[in-house]
């Protein structure tokens, strides 16, 4: 077994949150397991194509058997994933980090709220429950790539974020986000 898995983690299979969004809706979270391929398959319906395409990169109306199996079966500790449900059968939100490879102590972000729970502050409020899981992993920063149009989370990133480096590249926006300073609010 290895030495992370042998870590205790307040982000585990136990894991239950449940927290009020600015609209006053309450939703539960807790990680992803196997059994909610078909919560994500439904919640691809529940995205606007526009969302999809900045979550994605590309256009995409639907998940693969295959995709569906990489998003719900993770390690919990190099690929975690932590999804918001709002009652037993609605997934309105999901977060995970996958790491880089070999290098254990980098991961890539990727948030993903359906349009109707955008704008309440479930994005915030998963984001920075995926940074104190990965930091409780020992991941020192996120890097990812997203569109450069990508505004609303560009906004996200400076709200969790205190110090983030952007790099335009064309229609693209890299970033790096060390996870070792926490943003005092």
Request: charged residues 30%; contains cysteine.
């Amino acid at each position: 077994m290895s030495r992370e898995k042998q870590k205790s983690y307040r982000f585990d299979n136990e894991y239950r949150e449940i927290v009020r969004l600015s609209d006053k809706t309450q939703v539960t979270l807790r990680l992803v397991v196997p059994a909610d391929k078909l919560l994500l398959a439904r919640g691809m319906d529940n995205f606007s194509a526009e969302s999809r395409y900045r979550r994605f990169l590309a256009s995409k109306n639907a998940l693969t058997d295959a995709e569906l199996q990489y998003l719900t079966e993770v390690d919990g500790v190099h690929h975690f994933a932590i999804g918001a449900l709002h009652g037993p059968n609605d997934g309105v939100g999901v977060a995970r980090f996958v790491c880089f490879g070999d290098n254990r102590d980098i991961a890539e972000p990727a948030i993903a709220v359906i349009d109707r729970y955008q704008n309440k502050g479930l994005g915030k409020i998963l984001f920075t429950r995926l940074m104190a899981a990965a930091r409780e992993r020992g991941i020192e920063r996120f890097h990812g790539v997203m569109l450069a149009s990508n505004e609303p989370m560009k906004h996200l990133l400076h709200a969790v974020g205190q110090k983030i480096c952007f790099e335009y590249k064309g229609s693209l926006l890299e970033f790096e986000m060390p996870l070792n300073v926490r943003k005092v609010e």
